[in-house]
């Protein structure tokens, strides 16, 4: 097929498809409809005379002929896109969007960030507060921070190792004076348990703990780590924190940590599309984190 003729939209809708095996969040990703999609895969197919994709009742696979083009498409089109962030970073000056997990935002980002600027004053930094996977398409961040168990979570991407994640229980201590003496881990539950996003974590702190888990299922549930962190601020219940990213508050005994046993919960890591190709201030942002998380576990 001459270049000239190559169908660029029906393309870009097959290889957003096939990358997700979803018409429907490719529809999301592109913001057309699920039809144009399907229309547009269908015209291209007709126009190869191969098949795609095999649809089933309710999921889409690949096709061997379909592995081979969304390989290529991928790779053509993460080199564009490359290519057009650099140049527009070159554009827009020293800028750099990082979109980083909420609480990680809220609880280290924002108190952080003064001390990057005031190494790179020229510098302007934008953080978004995202928890989706991201694979650097349809936004502006060029970088990202990410909680998981592994840095292979994060398909054709790069990921580098911040640091490991801990939960230990935190309470205020006008919360404290209200109750008996926490003398053992079980104690903890005379009090309302704050929860983020479920209700496993708690449990598994009690099991680490040698203490039983009959009431750890009481107590509100909320959206993220910074909302726990600002209900135990309150007095509002007992909530498991990072004592990393509660540090200020447990240094100044706004918040107190009853007991050592530390629960691990997987680590943070800075996830680029490839860093050795990020924008000048991108690239030191990266190595601000880098360095400041190494000299922390040291």
């Known amino acids: 097929m001459k270049r000239g003729r190559l169908p660029l939209t029906a393309l870009r809708s097959f290889e957003v498809a096939g990358r997700l095996l979803s018409f429907t969040r490719a529809a999301q990703e592109l913001f057309v409809s699920q039809a144009?999609?399907?229309?547009?895969?269908?015209?291209?197919?007709?126009?190869?005379?191969?098949?795609?994709?095999?649809?089933?009742?309710?999921?889409?696979?690949?096709?061997?002929?379909?592995?081979?083009?969304?390989?290529?498409?991928t790779e053509a089109f993460d080199r564009i896109d490359a290519s057009l962030s650099a140049i527009t970073a070159r554009a827009i000056g020293a800028s750099v969007t990082v979109s980083c997990e909420p609480t990680f935002a809220a609880l280290w980002m924002v108190p952080n960030l003064i001390d990057f600027r005031t190494l790179h004053p020229?510098?302007?930094?934008?953080i978004e507060s995202?928890?989706?996977?991201?694979?650097?398409?349809?936004?502006?961040?060029?970088?990202?921070?990410?909680?998981?168990?592994?840095?292979?979570?994060w398909p054709r991407t790069e990921a580098r190792?911040?640091?490991?994640?801990?939960?230990?229980?935190?309470?205020?201590?006008s919360l404290l004076a209200t109750g008996s003496a926490l003398r053992a881990p079980e104690d903890i539950q005379q009090f309302d348990l704050l929860?983020?996003?479920?209700?496993?974590a708690w449990a598994d702190w009690f099991r680490?703990?040698?203490?039983?888990?009959d009431s750890c299922d009481r107590g509100p549930m909320l959206a993220d780590g910074a909302h726990v962190?600002?209900?135990?601020?309150?007095?509002?219940?007992?909530?498991?924190?990072?004592?990393?990213?509660?540090?200020e508050e447990l240094q100044a005994g706004r918040l107190v940590q009853p007991f050592q046993t530390a629960l691990p919960f997987g680590a943070y890591y800075l996830v680029a599309r490839k860093f050795d190709a990020l924008p000048k201030p991108a690239a030191a942002l990266s190595r601000w984190l880098l360095d400041r998380f190494a000299r922390t576990a040291d």
């Open 36 to 73: 144009a999609i399907s229309r547009q895969i269908r015209e291209l197919e007709a126009a190869i005379g191969h098949p795609l994709f095999e649809r089933g009742h309710r999921a889409v696979t690949l096709t061997p002929d379909g592995v081979e083009l969304l390989g290529v498409l």
């Open 208 to 213: 680490l703990a040698g203490a039983p888990q």
């Open 122 to 126: 020229e510098i302007e930094v934008r």
């Open 195 to 200: 929860h983020e996003e479920n209700r496993s």
């Open 229 to 247: 962190l600002q209900s135990a601020l309150r007095g509002h219940g007992v909530g498991l924190a990072d004592p990393r990213l509660a540090e």
């Open 130 to 153: 995202d928890p989706r996977v991201i694979e650097f398409r349809a936004n502006e961040a060029v970088i990202a921070i990410r909680h998981g168990e592994t840095q292979a979570r």
């Open 161 to 173: 190792h911040l640091i490991d994640s801990v939960m230990v229980p935190v309470l205020a201590p």
